[in-house]
């Protein structure tokens, strides 16, 4: 027959090991239960210059953004010109599509383009981005359709134009659709010509007529003006075909898009010392 005393005790069995325990700590086990990596992961592969030839757009940004924060990298842009010549470029492909913005996106993409400059505080920018949000809102809540995918792809490449600093750093920004990919590398490579090779601009060609020209020609947005500038330069000592070439354009009439410029170029920021 059990008694109470039998029960709390239970079989000899369990006794003595109840008492081995007290006696004997647990072992602890040198092996963890965790799984080990059989080999350390791979470092990410550096950049080179194939990522920026290949003409992808969204490569080319991550090229950039790799290679200003990459500390491998001894790299010649600091993040902050990325990311200033990173917001221009959104705003020159909004601008190629500046029939199709409302009003208040316009607005938003003048204020970007004035925050780029620092001529606009972080406060404006932020008042920009949201008035941009409240107009994606209002295009998102339309059920979608075929003839409603421009209009949300342009919305997006505004907010991409007013996003926070931060967004540009990481790289998680990427091209926009509503403009042709080959027209958007075009522009990627007039504002960061190419940043494997970084080119300069001699100081004794930068004469106040040429400074003055290219003032004009930034703030007015008449590129037009550069065959004019490639004059100006020549008459000031220039002899560099390359520079010649990408002001006054290329002899290949085919392709028109390969003379296009936009505010952030590299020449004109190399003339006004812009970073
Ligand atoms: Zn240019």
Not at 5 to 21: I, T
Not at 33 to 51: D, F, K
Not at 249 to 268: F, K, M, T
Request: charged residues 25%.
């Amino acid at each position: 027959m059990f008694t109470g005393r039998n029960r709390r005790s239970g079989s000899l069995r369990s006794v003595w090991y109840r008492r081995e325990r007290k006696r004997r700590p647990r072992e602890v086990s040198t092996q963890t239960n965790t799984l080990q990596p059989v080999s350390p992961p791979r470092p990410r592969p550096v950049p080179i210059e194939g990522h920026w030839q290949c003409g992808n757009p969204d490569a080319m940004i991550r090229c950039l953004v790799r290679l200003a924060t990459d500390p491998r990298i001894v790299f010649h842009l600091p993040i902050q010109t990325v990311e200033r010549k990173l917001r221009l470029f959104y705003c020159a492909c909004c601008r190629i599509r500046w029939d199709s913005l409302s009003p208040s996106c316009r607005n938003a993409i003048v204020t970007v383009e004035r925050y780029a400059d620092g001529w606009e505080n972080r406060r404006g920018l932020h008042k920009a981005r949201r008035a941009v949000q409240d107009v994606g809102r209002v295009v998102r809540a339309i059920p979608y359709s075929q003839d409603q995918w421009d209009a949300r792809s342009l919305i997006a490449l505004v907010e991409r134009a007013a996003e926070v600093p931060t967004r540009f750093r990481t790289g998680v920004i990427c091209g926009g659709y509503p403009v042709q990919a080959t027209t958007q590398a075009v522009l990627l490579r007039d504002l960061f010509d190419n940043p494997f090779r970084p080119y300069s601009v001699e100081p004794r060609w930068i004469t106040p007529t040429v400074v003055a020209l290219a003032r004009v020609i930034y703030s007015e947005r008449s590129f037009d003006l550069m065959p004019i500038l490639a004059d100006a330069l020549q008459d000031a000592g220039c002899d560099d075909e390359y520079i010649l070439t990408h002001c006054r354009g290329h002899e290949d009439v085919s392709s028109p898009v390969q003379s296009s410029h936009a505010r952030g170029c590299w020449l004109i920021d190399a003339i006004l010392g812009k970073e």
